[in-house]
């Protein structure tokens, strides 16, 4: 039992190095993502300002072509916008799988060591360390962060994990179909949608701004940490 | 006189002529560098005065709400005179003196390459064909790739000139917003005005392949 314990806790210090790392990234690309919704915001009125003048009446009534040339010149930059969104999309699609897949080898690597640790060292804990299958729990918290701010059909979502009682969220659900609607929304077809970009980024932000990842990384380091403490202690 | 039979260049004149389609080019690309530069310095003041304006408006209108609930229209306060617009409209008036003498030398490039073209044909004669300076364009490609940017942005000017007359003047927020956007994403420089410049760098060796 000590030593699938020990191997529980290395693939979990693996795990959280490669975890705190890629959420360094992932903060880095959320905080590029703010300016990008917010030059997106800002063409959406421009576009929605051309939409709505009366330009016959105008000073640049003399200038015939000038509607047609700005819608192409906007809707240009808006495909490079996007285009670049696209690229940070990528990058938080690229954390999402990496912190999944590695989530994904500690559960497999839990599952092949189930029967040597039993439920009852899975569930003990000591007077400094989680248990194990709170630090497994943790895991799912991190796994699912990420996919419910960067919503794909593909992830964890299809397998189940004989973990002692999983968490579900009826909450957490419907900020997952939130981002999900905010970034399929995002075209020169749904202008004012497009203009509201970074208040409704905000508010999905805000409802995401408990620092998740730090607490389950700080967890699991107990866990990695006060390990032993579990093989010592009584009915070990 | 003509060409020396194996094909290499070049009597003097042409040498010179080459030279000057060169440096012409090089003029092109400074002055283009040097007008999307300006063209950013004019929309960060232009978005300095519409802003002001917005607040001014904004301003305005709750005076106008606390004056229309006390006395008489004498007691209303005069408009204010605003430095900082003032200071703004000065200097998006001297980018566009600065964008006119860019356009003006444009224009003078493209003569130029005219008169080099013109010339080419006077020592050619009738009938006759000249061996590329570089690498493959006939002479007269570099006048028509340089008229045809001349043209941009001499219809480009025109619209600025028309922006900066009224951009103090509006009220509309639409159309400020409109001015703003316009001067920004300039819509008479076609995007192919890059490929325009590129190639010309290219083709005169500006730029290696």
Sequence with gaps: ?236 | AKSPADGTPRRPVLSVSARKIKDNVADWHNLMMKWERLNDNGFTMANKIVNMKISEQFQDNKLEIACDNSATESEKPAPKYNEELDNCCTELLETLKHMTKIQLKMEKLTSTTKAICDLETFHRGAGNCTAPFFHTWPTPYFYEVSLKLSEMYKKELQLKQTIVQEIAHSADQDLMMVYLSSWLYQPYIENSSKLLLEAMLLETGHRQC
């Design chain 1, 1 to 236: 039992m000590a030593a699938a314990v020990a191997a529980m806790a290395a693939a979990l210090r693996e795990w959280a190095a490669v975890a705190a790392r890629q959420d360094a990234a992932w903060r880095a690309v959320l905080a590029a993502w703010a300016p990008l919704l917010g030059s997106l915001s800002g063409l959406a009125a421009q576009i929605r300002a051309a939409q709505r003048l009366a330009w016959g009446g105008s000073p640049l009534r003399a200038f015939g072509d000038l509607r047609v040339r700005l819608w192409r010149k906007q809707r240009g930059a808006a495909e490079a916008l996007l285009e670049q969104l696209g690229v940070r999309r990528a990058e938080l699609r690229a954390v999402r799988d990496a912190v999944g897949a590695g989530v994904a080898g500690v559960l497999r690597l839990y599952e092949e060591r189930a029967a040597e640790l039993g439920l009852a060292a899975a569930l003990r804990r000591g007077p400094r360390c989680p248990s194990l299958a709170d630090a497994l729990e943790g895991l799912q918290d991190v796994e699912r962060y990420y996919r419910h701010l960067y919503p794909s059909a593909a992830g964890l979502s299809g397998q189940r994990w004989r973990v002692p009682f999983p968490r579900c969220c009826p909450y957490r659900a419907r900020r997952y179909l939130e981002s999900k609607l905010l970034l399929r929304r995002v075209s020169c077809a749904n202008l004012a949608d497009m203009e509201a970009l970074p208040q409704s980024w905000e508010r999905i932000l805000e409802r995401y701004k408990e620092d998740v990842v730090q607490d389950m990384l700080l967890k699991i380091s107990l866990f990695v940490d006060n390990h032993r403490e579990l093989c010592c202690s009584p009915g070990s």
